[in-house]
């Protein structure tokens, strides 16, 4: 291993760069430890799925659970981040954003990377065999989705798909880990993470459709050209009508609703401020689905409460 740059060029300025062990920093980079908006992202399905499970069921949300999802989505999105990075090494030298990460830079080996990625995804087991074995099966499940999902730019316009495939897979483990079972409406929220997905995604896939048409890298960004902007609208949109669905499944009360209508507001100002040719804005807009997805949580948590 040679030394690589000291920061990665579209997370440069953060805790990683100025506190970390110089030892430790390519391996936080490869887990994108320096850059937590994708933590949160994977995170968000298994909060809402969790407490909208304690509202259908009349119960408290279970704190310990949503501190093991907690974990597991800092561990298993480490672990996904690293395996992306290891099946795109040759791709990433050959874009200006990407260039710097650990393997193109040559900060780590491919192999040391994939080492990594196994030791981060068996953090996860750890994580997930704390749970009840029907979750822990539907976890399980979840990891040909993972495995895929980095091959699909090479294969389709349509990764933004896969990608909202796994990262919503916590809307059915939630329920899963409450109910030991799946039912309709956690089938309903994981079609409306997908769809959340697939919008806050070609938001950040915008900011690299110039050299993704270059290299021949696909994306929604790419396919949805100067239309990206409405079609943004309509997965937003879809995603907002398939929770409220949900809530009428799973009987939720008005905190839930006024908690829908706060995110669908906060959806709507990312579309009224997506500018397609403003890469600094579009990342600024896709780190916001944070703020988003925390707003739904907190009104399914006091929909569970009062």
């Known amino acids: 291993m040679r030394s690589g740059p000291d920061s990665v060029a579209d997370s440069a300025g953060n805790w990683v760069d100025r506190s ?4 430790w920093r390519p391996y936080l980079r490869l ?13 968000m399905p298994c909060l809402w799925s969790t407490a909208l499970a ?28 690293t395996w992306n990075d290891f ?38 087991l750890v994580v997930l ?33 896969f990608l909202g495939l796994a990262f919503s897979w916590g809307a059915l483990m939630g329920w899963a880990a409450v109910f030991s079972r799946i039912e309709l409406p956690a089938v309903t929220l994981y079609l409306a993470a997908i769809l959340w997905t ?9 900011q690299d459709k110039d050299d993704d048409a270059l290299i021949g890298v696909h994306s929604t960004a790419r396919l949805f050209g100067e239309q990206a902007r409405r079609y943004v609208a309509l997965f937003y949109a879809g995603a907002v009508a398939v929770l409220a669905l949900t809530f009428v499944l ?18 709507a100002w990312q579309v009224s ?15 916001s689905n944070r703020d988003a997805g925390l707003l739904l949580f907190a009104a399914l948590i006091a929909d569970a409460y009062f």
């Open 20 to 23: 970390a062990p110089r030892a």
């Open 31 to 43: 887990a994108r430890a320096d850059r937590p908006i994708g933590s949160w992202l994977l995170l």
């Open 54 to 81: 304690a509202v259908a069921g009349g119960t408290a949300p279970d704190w310990r659970l949503l501190l093991l999802f907690s974990i597991g989505a800092v561990a298993m999105r480490g672990a996904g981040c």
């Open 87 to 124: 099946v795109d090494r040759d791709i990433d030298g050959l874009v200006e954003r990407t260039r710097s990460r650990p393997i193109p830079s040559g900060a780590v080996t491919a192999m040391q990377a994939l080492a990594f990625a196994i030791v981060l995804a068996l953090v996860g």
């Open 129 to 161: 065999v704390q749970m009840p074995p029907f979750a822990i099966l539907t976890g399980i499940a979840s990891l040909g989705l993972v495995a895929i999902y980095p091959f699909m730019k090479r294969v389709t316009w349509w990764p933004q798909i």
């Open 198 to 206: 697939i919008g806050y995604d070609t938001i950040y896939a915008l």
């Open 250 to 267: 799973a009987g939720a009360g008005a905190p839930s609703y006024l908690g829908l209508a706060a995110f669908a507001g906060h959806l």
């Open 273 to 287: 401020r997506l500018a397609i040719d403003d890469p600094a804005g579009c990342l600024t807009l896709f780190r």
